[in-house]
């Protein structure tokens, strides 16, 4: 007799199930992961952007972000970023006409996961890492 019985296909549809029960948690973790750096990526671009435009305009252009707005001055400037969910870890960061900034910190936070934003000081390069505590 060829073929399989019901009982042993019950059993494969079953286990079937359990994998898929258990793969989809990590699943959603992991695109929710792949989101939050791809905004990040995002953001880096952007304020390398913004570090460009202050020595394209020869004129300082400061960043602000303080629960979950984001404001640049002067206005007109890159607007994509405001619409990240940032928050700063100080006052304001101040990209100057040549090229040097303030350096500082931002927080990029979605879904339960956060990465920090770290903008060096003097040269202003952008290096991102896991927030403390995040998953």
């Not at 252009?61 to 607007?79: E, N």
Request: glycine share 10%.
């Amino acid at each position: 007799m060829d073929g399989y019985t019901l009982l042993e296909l019950l059993v494969v549809v079953a286990i079937m199930g359990l994998i898929a029960a258990l793969a989809a948690p990590a699943a959603s973790r992991t695109i929710a992961s792949a989101t939050l750096n791809a905004d990040a990526r995002k953001a880096a671009g952007d304020l390398r952007a913004l570090q460009h435009l202050a020595m394209e305009r020869q004129e300082a252009i400061t960043l602000t972000a303080t629960g979950g707005t984001v404001a640049i001055s002067p206005a007109g400037t890159v607007q994509d970023i405001a619409a990240l969910p940032l928050s700063a870890g100080n006052d304001a960061i101040t990209y100057y006409p040549d090229g040097t900034t303030s350096g500082g910190t931002l927080r990029l936070s979605e879904s339960g996961h956060a990465l920090v934003i770290d903008i060096a000081w003097l040269t202003g390069t952008i290096n991102m890492r896991p927030a403390d505590g995040a998953p």
